[in-house]
């Protein structure tokens, strides 16, 4: 491609719409022109980033065996009734009706539809294993577009739904995706990671994240040191505390009077912060569905984790207790909480890790005071139930023995086993080997292609603009010439060079608009071109060019040969 | 690719609900599956021909030197009223509502965001010309969705939407747009035709449409012997008639006691039905915009054109007369209505062919009575008008001294100059080399990618199922194995034959599903294949494979070296 037959539109301005790094690049490299909230066109830079990862995924779906058809965009609402979602999945589905008032859905994902062409089509365990994906735009409304193509409302998105007759065949279908996902993110040059994760509103019985790791991630992963055991903090878990110490201190009450944290309190106290307990009051349903209060314990210096807060026995539709139910329960406001002597009968949980504590301190409920050397089983009862409760924190001990760190990521893929979920609601079933009918055992593995975009300029970015992975950028090389129309000799050996390297299936982009080197140069780091070669007077006569990785610090003047070597071996 | 790993899913039952060959075809082939009135899911094999013709038109833009880039299918309310389409476009327009009650609707074109685009990314005439194209999804809310994809509401088309400095600029972007056209029908291996045709809703000032020719198409085009001429039947025309011959009889009332049409007086009175002129009485709007009746005279044998009719001064939005606007009028009921005498002073509006007849027949204006040896001039004034109004028949002398010819055909391209209509109305603008603002001149561009799956099938077909140009076909080639499971000779026979052509570049699927030959043939005819091979035991022996192409009569015994040879050349 010559730039001067191209259309590219650099900004010189910073957007100021623009929080983050790749919405902000994105705009001022020209590949994207807001249109609406959460609404964008790709311009032809753009999209031809987005093309190369449509392909590359395109290519692994298929190697994987996967076989790609295309469902609409419009989807009628009698399919998401079959499985309850229209009234489930909430605001982010739009809704729509057609001039004869019938309702209808802009695809947010398509379990329905595909559940659907399955139950049509499927009759019998021969048809399978069988796995479709299509590559598809969808829309969410989400109720606050934000951070360009990252959270936009409309997106391409690579869906693929696995169909097996049973969940050691839906075990192989999902492993093969989860190896078809780990080949993409690495042929797309990407830093990422595969993390065990929670199904979310999706549903199922396993699932897992892929994420490219950036620091500016909305996501924090937990990784151990010691085998890839890797988790959304969501889903995380440290390794069981190692036994209670034996009780060594005596229950006393602690003067504070306005100390209403674990930090503050320790701090008066001078121990450490892993010494107190905070507590929490939170009001479930019991077996009867009324409200019950539980009050919650995590170690000072931990947070509660509200994923796995809710997935505790009785707290599956919790909220925060007020402060009515409080004083009612604890005959104490906020801030001096605990759970020994309560006013009225509590249920308490204890994270593991409080549960395996001796001598801890917690509120008194009275207002002003602590309590300091508590112990389980002495001052207070055994706990109601003992769950992990919390965020997992760095340098936690992981349960494979090393040791646990958290790292940013972006959510770009996410594969689900989903079961029989859809399939039973649905009645997709076919004859088995017995002639008997038999409910399939689906996957669904998600990757966010318009997404995957702005993540790699998140992980791969710097002052002067984008450093595309090569498998990903626009071109792999650009041909910078200097003086085009002043110099003829430049004008022809650039162009000599373009057709070489174009002819020898390097992708190349020569830059014939003539712009002064300041502005050419700026325009191709910002547009984030990995490898730059210039073609001047002064290296003509040296016989050279000038290259530049995109990463590199310096330049080097390069023969013919060297710089084709060069070019030739992707570099990554 | 092996169709035992495929979904190959055919249906020997034909739908009910397909009214044409290519819907009936489709839905038998296991190409589409019906989601809901509109909407459908292209199947595996359904999505390999539609990439197929997405990969062409593809590369025909791109080598015309069109940019991609990719629109949302949402798109904003503000934009479509600033050029009064919102309310124009009419009930296909699907209008949808967002979580904040803004408004939207799904993207039937896009000639408002692409102008909306270049009004931001365009400054001055140094980036012209430029011309962007997307293949994207498009929803219109049609009436009566039907005919499958052909006229389905949710559909895949290319549109593309040139920018240009002046109209001569303009003129260049859609000739080589037109260009571009007639090679990726071409290369589809259609028989199609480029006619003239009338803008219609989009507007503009000159337009083209390119139709696959089948006897089942939906519009009549007429093309003359004598030169590439070619027209929509809204749009043609014939040669202008010869002169009006003198009169040679005198007008007499004729006794038509119950003959109300042309057709039944003719027949009465023993005379050509061309000597006659039928009246049809309509209402437009004289310059004050009041109510004008009208009386259109075309040729017994020829039928008015609504759209040549309402291109006529004051009848932009005319209607029918009603009974009592017609007696008011003419002091007759219908069925024996004329030019002549009417009750109240009318308007008279000749077809070119009409104002050129002498001694002609035509109703009395008096129930029971028609008119003949009519004369202009004699016994009545000369018409107000005269227009061509009427719809060209096979036959009609054509401008150019040939004949003109009537085929049908199925609109699958349109090409429009636009001129400023869009650009003046958004004020998209650029500096022109004296840096004054000038307002772009445009041409629109579509294609629709899914209709001429369906439209190709409309062309290629049999009693047995299509017949796929080699360009369109899901594969190329199929080896069919006989008895691939009793056989292991065989099976690695045809194993290594389907190699060797899939490695020779020549697309290939190999049937070892391991069916019955009747079925496995009655398959691969349905679904189209252009070329099938046989490898059976019999045929190792004999050193040869049957060779069958999907048109061909009969098959033939050939070997290796002759079948690589035939395969290698695409047979059209």
Request: hydrophobic share 40%.
């Amino acid at each position: 491609m010559r730039l001067s037959q191209f259309h590219l539109h650099t900004e010189k301005e910073t957007p100021a719409e623009a929080e983050i790094a790749s919405h902000r690049l994105m705009l001022k490299a020209g590949m994207l022109r807001r249109l609406a909230a959460g609404l964008y066109t790709w311009s032809p830079l753009g999209l031809r980033v987005l093309r190369k990862v449509e392909a590359i995924v395109r290519e692994e779906m298929d190697r994987a065996g996967a076989l790609e058809l295309l469902m609409p965009t419009i989807q009628p609402k009698e399919l998401w009734e079959e499985t309850g979602r229209w009234q489930k999945f909430g605001g982010q589905l739009l809704k729509i009706r057609d001039r004869k008032d019938a309702e209808y859905c802009y695809a947010p994902t398509a379990e329905e539809v595909i559940t659907d062409f399955a139950r049509n089509e499927l009759a019998s365990y021969k048809q399978l294993p069988l796995n479709f994906y299509q590559v598809q735009t969808k829309f969410r409304d989400e109720i606050r577009p934000r951070f360009g193509v990252m959270r936009a409302r409309e997106f391409l998105m690579k869906d693929a739904y696995s169909f097996d007759i049973d969940a050691a065949g839906m075990q192989r279908s999902y492993e093969a995706m989860h190896a078809a996902y780990v080949r993409i993110f690495t042929r797309l040059g990407l830093r990422f990671r595969a993390v065990q994760a929670d199904s979310g509103a999706i549903g199922g019985d396993a699932s897992q994240e892929f994420h490219v790791l950036a620091d500016s991630g909305e996501d924090a992963i937990a990784f151990s040191t010691g085998s890839d055991y890797a988790a959304n903090i969501e889903a995380a878990q440290a390794a069981q505390p190692g036994p209670r110490p034996a009780a060594a201190e005596e229950l006393r009450k602690v003067d504070t009077p306005t100390q209403k944290t674990c930090a503050d309190v320790a701090a008066l106290m001078g121990i450490d912060l892993s010494r107190t307990a905070k507590s929490i009051a939170l009001v479930g349903a019991d077996a009867d569905g009324n409200d019950q209060f539980v009050l919650a314990l995590v170690r000072g210096d931990h947070d509660a984790n509200e994923i796995k807060l809710a997935k505790v026995e009785g707290l599956a539709g919790y909220r925060m207790a007020t402060e009515a139910e409080i004083l009612a329960h604890l005959g104490s406001e906020p801030g001096f909480l605990g759970p020994v002597a309560p006013k009225q009968p509590i249920r308490v949980l204890a994270d593991r890790e409080v549960a395996a504590m001796a001598d801890f301190v917690v509120g008194a409920n009275e207002p002003g005071f602590h309590l300091a050397g508590v112990n389980w089983g002495r001052d207070l009862p055994e706990p109601d139930h003992v769950a992990d409760i919390r965020d997992v924190v760095e340098g936690d001990r992981a349960a494979d023995g090393g040791e646990l760190r958290i790292v940013r990521g972006i959510e770009v893929g996410h594969v689900f086993q989903l079961g029989s979920k859809y399939a039973e609601a649905m009645g997709c079933t076919v004859l088995d080997e017995q002639g008997k009918p038999r409910v399939l055992q689906m996957g669904c593995y998600g990757i966010g292609i318009s997404r995957i975009v702005a993540a790699a300029i998140e992980q791969n970015f710097d002052a002067n603009g984008i450093l595309w992975p090569d498998a990903m950028a626009p071109w792999r090389v650009a041909v910078c010439v200097i003086n085009p129309k002043r110099d003829d000799a430049v004008s022809a050996a650039a162009e000599a060079l373009y057709r070489e390297l174009s002819d020898a299936g390097i992708e190349t982009v020569l830059d014939d608009r003539g712009l002064r080197p300041g502005q050419m140069f700026a325009d191709i780091e910002l547009i984030g071109i990995p490898h730059r070669v210039v073609v001047s007077g002064r290296g003509l006569e040296a016989g050279t060019f000038e290259y530049r990785a995109r990463n590199a610090e310096e330049s080097e003047n390069l023969d013919r040969e060297t710089l084709l070597a060069r070019l030739r071996q992707p570099k990554s």
